[in-house]
């Protein structure tokens, strides 16, 4: 069995005997006080009794029956488990009360009652605030109650009154009786908080120990997790350019030997040789396709080398260029910060975009705009061209789509007037910093 468990009982263990330790010596000053109130009933000792004493006792009875009451309903309340702390604060205040009441009762003969409150309260599952707070209250209750303050307002019986009624040795035997009870009370209350204090101290070195082991894990497993990433990314990559390898050699292949019998029968056939170009100009589209599905799914080799703001600054340049077409580039705050799988889409989208409208647009203008509005980014691209009215969603479109979807974005398209691409993509960071490029 684990020795941690153990140890957590011993605690729980020397409780219960405290609780019935205080049972035995409540009884054994009721016993004892009860037989003397009765014999000195009987040997007509009575009047001199109550003249030796400064009020009268308590009815034998009720006596009893008073400190029995009390007693147990202290017991109740300590099964008591409150989370609220006001209602829990209460519940102590009450215990200590029932506690005095019992003190009281008893004439003052015993005040260690007021311990068991103390080992209730560190017994508890309550936070150390809540503990310290409550303990403090009733360490200063109890030494008033163990002091001779209340002497000197509260009238009682002692218990060593009702020993006038034994002979000076029997009355020392009783006294020393429950003075020894007493002192065992005292030594299982030290024992309690000597235990309880090693339990703590075994817990917090188990918590660390868990600790060290829970961020030596955490160091492992992120070591993992970036070696499997590595290895994904790899194995990723590998399939790509195996798949790059096999479409561009087959499309070559076939481009090859097309334009080889295209040189055999040019001057011999040249309609022959024309259906033969247009074959090949087929399978280059085919190939271009099956290429540009598989490159989209690499990371843009320019943003590996420029940040997104300068990738796309240079695409757009490259394009005024090559195509003479006039760009009108807005971005209202920097892009730095951004993620790589949403620069990646960033750059992906212009990308698609602007060579949809080159090549099916027809325009001599195409504008851009980027904003952040709150933690999202708005990608606009619109064209003068001659818009599209019966829009298909074709790979460029439906990928633009794809890539959206994984980061909770969206896509919207308008080739009414022109052709209007819209993509709105949620961010998890954002600089702050602003950038106004026209």
């Not at 035997?173 to 309690?192: A, G, P, R």
């Not at 952040?372 to 460029?396: A, S, V």
């Amino acid at each position: 069995m684990d020795l941690f468990k153990i140890n957590r009982r011993v605690p729980e263990t020397i409780w219960k005997i405290m609780k019935h330790m205080n049972l035995l010596i409540l009884l054994y000053i009721t016993v004892i006080s009860y037989h003397a109130i009765m014999e000195l009933a009987r040997s007509n000792s009575a009047g001199l009794f109550i003249k030796s004493i400064s009020v009268l006792p308590l009815e034998s009875t009720r006596f009893v029956v008073s400190v029995f009451i009390l007693y147990g309903a202290l017991l109740l309340l300590f099964r008591l488990d409150l989370e609220e702390e006001q209602l829990w604060l209460v519940k102590v205040m009450i215990e200590v009360a029932v506690s005095v009441m019992i003190t009281l009762v008893c004439g003052m003969a015993y005040t260690g009652i007021i311990i068991l409150v103390m080992v209730d309260i560190i017994h508890g599952s309550y936070t150390m605030h809540r503990k310290v707070k409550a303990l403090i209250f009733v360490i200063i209750v109890y030494f008033i109650m163990d002091s001779e303050i209340l002497n000197l307002w509260y009238k009682h019986v002692s218990f060593s009154d009702y020993l006038i009624f034994y002979n000076s040795k029997a009355a020392g035997i009783l006294q020393s009786i429950l003075n020894i009870m007493e002192l065992v009370n005292i030594v299982m209350f030290i024992l309690f908080l000597i235990v309880s204090l090693r339990n703590q101290m075994d817990e917090t070195a188990r918590i660390m120990l868990l600790n060290e082991e829970l961020t030596e894990a955490n160091i492992k497993l992120e070591e993992y997790s970036r070696k499997s990433a590595e290895m994904a990314q790899m194995k990723e990559r590998n399939r790509l350019a195996r798949e790059i390898h096999d479409t561009i050699g087959h499309a070559l292949t076939g481009i090859v030997t097309g334009l080889e019998a295209c040189l055999v029968i040019f001057d011999l056939e040249p309609s022959l040789a024309r259906k033969q170009m247009e074959a090949i100009q087929e399978v280059a589209r085919q190939g271009m396709k099956d290429v540009r599905r598989s490159v989209n799914a690499l990371r843009p080799d320019v943003l590996e080398q420029l940040t997104l703001d300068a990738a796309i600054e240079r695409m757009v340049d490259e394009m005024c260029r090559s195509t003479g077409i006039r760009f009108d580039y807005i971005c209202t705050d920097s892009l730095s910060g951004l993620d790589q799988d949403e620069e990646d889409i960033v750059y992906r989208i212009l990308q698609e975009s602007i060579t949809n409208s080159v090549r099916h647009g027809k325009p001599t203008r195409i504008n851009i705009r980027i904003e952040r509005t709150g933690q999202q980014l708005e990608i606009l691209i619109r064209d003068n061209g001659i818009g599209c009215r019966d829009l298909h969603k074709g790979f460029g479109l439906t990928h633009m789509q794809e890539r959206l979807d994984m980061l909770g974005g969206t896509l919207s398209v308008n080739g009414n007037d022109g052709f209007e691409v819209r993509a709105e993509i949620p961010l998890r960071f954002h600089t702050g910093e602003v950038n106004v490029n026209d």
